[in-house]
């Protein structure tokens, strides 16, 4: 006998359907919503974007880095990452932050500057976010960490060999190279989170390539066999209306030291052990003898300083490249890789010989712009480019939005996400802000602010001299003809004084906070008359600060 259907069996069937949509709908939902991905910051200090390969130039061939190269083979390049302020510890405090030096506090790296770490981070967001987080390697910036469930980091400047580290169980020393310390110690707090609930956000923060540049044992005399092309303004005069360029004391000729920097001594560093220092002087002591059968002078030695220069520097740059290398093949053979966002950049970027100079702090390009590689798995394009003004005033509220966090009203940069998704805002930014404050200092680099955008660069030397520079970057990219007062661009120069004025409105600079801190660097020399120590004898030095100083970005 045929039944006939009930409003019974129709319930029935509903509730089954329902069931089913649910379901259908559920799963839906989790392909849309992935899991938050881990977040890996590596960053390593004074790295120029002109000695990593994936960025071309005249070191590429000669000096590759291959493993970095891959993060930018996997997502995405940017050529015009600029800084705020080109100098370790106000980088590093920009970049925690997402605020400029003058609103964080830490303008310098002048002895008696302390970053106030009770101020908001993005460590202390993704922490709330259900992040688990930890910095390892050079942080700089004094103080006890917080924001980071783990830490363990460098006093200061830290040392290249056998150095002192700090965690939360205190002081102690290992011994080793420390880029290839620092990478063990990522690894090893890497596996010890891999298989947790929470996502993870670790910064491995490099030492090197800093001055002195001291090679690692696998790197030493890597380069001796090489000869690197130098930079067209290797002997730039500083002519061409350029004041403040005159006035530096950052030359390779002049302020280069051959046993310090160049490693010309007799001597290796004496806090080597035995083996390090058989092999250091196994590689050192025929380059001394070399030197002084040679002798160079005048331009020669200019040349001659730059090749030593050139070779300990970008030897210390692969010991970092191998470090990314181990890093990368953790992530791929733990299975990482699929859900880990990895970023490498740089604290700031340095000069390899342009206008004759090594260090950074100017506004200048060598020193302004820093690499920026990102891979973020599934989201970033591979092997994409990215030409957009970016900033490591941008890094806080990025990680902030991948961690779905809220990004605190008090942060002054943008979320890279929507570039990195390749989505770029249309009203994103035209103009960057930059402002740098460490002066006097042992590089005489004038205190200055000033703005560029992708065609002109407007800048201010104030304090001591009282000049502008306005340079037209299309058809002078080596920034070496001043046009600031130039009929021919005198419509130019007024735009741009308009919207210098409204940037540093629009971030709360000003001339009275210009005055605030060149009045707390007084008191701070008052205090400590170490803090200008480029002034006193060099023994005296040494006999306070040791033969590698923690005071200061670069104190001897």
């Known amino acids: 006998m ?126 709330q976010a259900g992040y688990k987080t930890a910095t390892i390697g050079k942080l700089h910036l004094g103080g006890t960490p917080t924001g980071f469930d783990y830490y363990d980091i460098l006093p200061g400047q830290g040392k290249y060999y056998n150095p002192v580290f700090i965690n939360q169980e205190g002081e102690y020393t290992e011994q080793g190279y420390a880029t290839e310390i620092i990478t063990e110690k990522s690894l090893a707090w890497l596996d010890s989170v891999k298989d947790g609930e929470q996502p993870f956000m670790l910064m491995m923060w490099h030492k090197a390539p800093h001055r002195g540049w001291q090679p690692g044992p696998n790197e030493l005399g890597l380069y001796e066999n090489v000869t690197f092309p130098e930079p067209e303004t290797l002997f730039d005069d500083y002519g061409g209306h350029r004041e403040a360029a005159a006035a530096n004391y950052m030359s390779i000729a002049e302020a280069m030291r051959l046993e310090d920097d160049l490693k010309l001594s007799e001597e290796a560093p004496a806090d080597l052990t035995e083996a390090q220092k058989a092999r250091w002087k196994e590689v050192y002591d025929p380059i001394l003898e070399d030197f002084r059968k040679t002798n160079p002078q005048g331009k020669d030695l200019v040349r001659y ?44 970027g340095f000069y390899l010989g342009e206008h004759g100079w090594f260090d950074k702090r100017w506004m200048y390009d060598q020193s302004l712009k820093t690499p920026l590689l990102v891979s973020w798995p599934g989201v970033t394009k591979s092997g994409s480019v990215n030409t957009e003004l970016v900033s490591n005033l941008d890094f806080a509220e990025t990680f902030i939005d991948i961690a779905g966090g809220q990004i605190p009203a008090e942060m002054q940069g943008k979320s890279l996400v929507p570039i990195l998704k390749g989505e770029t805002p249309e009203d994103w930014r035209k103009a960057h802000y930059y402002h740098y404050y460490e002066h006097p200092s042992e590089h005489v680099v004038q205190r200055h602010y000033g703005i560029t955008t992708d065609q002109y660069k407007l800048i201010h030397f104030y304090f001591e001299m009282n000049t502008w520079e306005l340079y037209d970057l299309t058809k002078d990219p080596q920034e070496i003809n001043n046009v600031y007062g130039d009929p021919a661009y005198a419509e130019v120069q007024a735009q741009l004084h308009q919207e210098l004025e409204a940037l540093r409105k629009q971030y709360g600079d000003t001339d009275a906070l210009n005055q605030h801190f060149i009045d707390e660097y007084n008191e701070k020399v008052k205090k400590n008359p170490y803090v200008e120590y480029w002034k006193f004898p060099r023994a005296e030095l040494m006999k306070i600060f040791g033969t590698q100083s923690e005071a200061n970005d670069s104190t001897p």
């Open 2 to 127: 045929k039944s006939t259907p009930t409003l019974t069996h129709f319930l029935i069937l509903f509730a089954g359907l329902s069931m089913v949509l649910s379901s259908c709908k559920k799963d839906a939902d989790q392909q849309e919503t992935p899991t938050r991905p881990n977040i890996i910051f590596i960053m390593s200090d004074d790295h120029a974007y002109q000695a990593i390969s994936a960025y071309g130039g005249r070191l590429a061939e000669l000096a590759p880095t291959p493993n970095i190269d891959r993060i930018a083979e996997a997502g995405m390049r940017f050529t015009n990452c600029l800084v705020t302020n080109s100098i370790c510890g106000p980088s590093r405090a920009t970049i925690l932050t997402g605020k400029y030096s003058h609103l964080n506090g830490f303008v310098d790296n002048t002895i008696g500057s302390e970053f106030d770490f009770a101020q908001q981070s993005y460590a202390k967001v993704l922490q």
């Open 305 to 348: 300083k730059y090749q030593r220069y050139m070779r300990d520097y970008l030897a210390c740059v692969a010991a970092v490249d191998k470090s990314v290398g181990a890093l990368l093949d953790y992530l791929k053979e733990s299975g990482l890789d699929k859900n880990t966002l990895v970023m490498y950049s740089s604290d700031q």
